[in-house]
């Protein structure tokens, strides 16, 4: 079974202010105070306006975003994740923003490759954003974030 996740993660009330301006956002809470927006491709049509994909290396983001990304952290931090996995193998990806700068990453995690010390890429990021995992599980689950297996289906 697969996992594929493509989201911008921010604290919930801040999240739902800057997204009104983008009529193909959906928000879906997860835990600790945040909200997920996923990069549906409604999305990622409207944002990137035919600029295709960002330089930083993620496969998702819409070109030119990372500016958005970054003006919304003046706010407070804004986190860009991504998975993808299918039978226990795949990569993670995850750039945290705050104050109008990249603070942490982009971390990138490939195929075959254990994750550091600090731990996944989306949990560092989460960590960056105030989570705080639960005894027995890593930042991404105390978040929530293994409730749904697919992107869209935090919006269904």
Do not use: C
């Not at 990304?69 to 994740?81: C, E, I, Q, R």
């Not at 705050?98 to 195929?111: A, K, Q, R, T, W």
């Amino acid at each position: 079974m697969g996992y594929d996740l493509q989201a911008v993660i921010a604290e919930g009330e801040a999240l739902r202010g800057v997204a009104r301006d983008l009529p193909a956002a959906r928000l879906a809470p997860i835990g600790q105070g945040l909200s997920l927006m996923p990069m549906t491709d409604a999305l990622f049509d409207s944002a990137a306006g035919g600029s295709g994909v960002s330089a930083l290396g993620f496969w998702r983001l819409p070109g030119g975003f990372e500016k958005t990304l970054a003006a919304w952290s003046t706010g407070g931090p804004v986190a860009y994740v991504e998975a993808e996995y299918f039978g226990g193998v795949g990569e993670q990806q995850a750039a945290v923003w705050d104050g109008g700068i990249i603070v942490l990453g982009p971390l990138h995690v490939e195929e075959g490759q254990p994750f550091p010390s600090a731990g996944s890429p989306i949990s560092q990021a989460l960590r960056r954003l105030g989570v705080v995992a639960r005894s027995g599980e890593d930042e991404f689950s105390t978040a929530g974030l293994n409730r749904h297996r697919h992107g869209e289906a935090w919006i269904d």
